[in-house]
């Protein structure tokens, strides 16, 4: 697993083949600068999106798509996962639990986890990657991500990619890359303008397809990282709360 800092250099040799990744492509910012993060490092991309009866699942198939098309990606699949809504547990997929307001210091697990849904989404992602000879499985998981969620800590990936190493052909090598796992979302919107990643065609908002709720811990967290880097969110929200102590 790689979480170190980028860099604009690849390496890369341009008269070798090219390398191939797969990128878990949510339609969130977190997974779209992961993806330009990916195009930046060499990869040509085979983008992943998955829809398990999320909330806001159409809002985030769109923006995948429009993403994919900007990155000129040489594939994009869609899964539908339906199982993980059927077994349910999560404000993301149950309409009975209600998704709740913002509590950026709490420290108990959020009732949008959906339970061990990242091992799900890799497992499908190094499939994908496997039958299309690509060397790299790319997902958007930071530290705000892992404070909450289980399956986004660093342990997690690494433990993640020796059973990719165990499970998968002898000739097969594939590396699960979380570039950003030990940044914050400030960190990841600095380096995504910097990628210039068209965030207008991002989604992370957990109730609403539009506008944005402004209120739910993905709302809060990204707009404190857009008023942190001193710059405007581009996605029209019903509420614009400051997220940053005066």
């Known amino acids: 697993m790689t979480s170190d800092s980028p860099t604009t250099d690849t390496g890369t040799d341009p008269t070798t083949d090219s390398k191939r990744a797969v990128v878990l492509l949510s339609g969130g910012m977190d997974s779209a ?23 806001t699942e159409t809002r985030e198939l769109d923006c ?3 993403l994919a098309d900007d990155l000129e990606m040489n594939d994009f699949l869609q899964i539908e996962t339906g199982h ?37 989404l890799l497992a499908m992602a190094v499939s994908y990657a ?17 404070s909450g969620y289980p399956d986004c800590r660093p342990e997690f990936f690494e433990a993640f990619e020796t059973v990719v190493d165990v499970g998968t052909k002898p000739e097969t090598d594939i590396s699960i890359e979380a570039p950003f796992v030990e940044w914050s979302k400030t ?30 811990d993905a709302c809060a967290y990204r707009l404190q990282a857009f008023q942190r880097n001193d710059r405007r969110d581009p996605i029209e929200y019903a509420e614009r709360p400051s997220y940053v102590e005066e």
Not at 96 to 119: H, K, Q, W
Not at 130 to 136: F, H, L, S, V, Y
Request: charged fraction near 25%; include cysteine.
């Open 33 to 55: 600068t992961a993806a330009y993060e990916a195009r930046e490092r060499g990869y040509d991309l085979y983008a992943l999106h998955t829809s398990y009866g999320q909330r």
């Open 187 to 216: 960190d990841i919107a600095a380096r995504g303008t910097a990628l210039g990643v068209p965030y207008e065609h991002t989604w992370s908002c957990y109730r609403d397809n539009q506008p944005a709720c402004g209120t739910c």
């Open 64 to 66: 995948a798509k429009r």
């Open 84 to 120: 993980l809504s059927a077994i349910g547990d999560s404000s993301l997929t149950d309409d009975e639990l209600a998704v709740a307001d913002a509590d950026m210091d709490g420290d108990e697990i959020p009732t949008s986890y959906v339970p061990f849904r990242n091992a799900n």
């Open 130 to 146: 496997e039958a299309n000879d690509c060397e790299a499985v790319f997902i958007g998981a930071h530290s705000e991500d892992f």
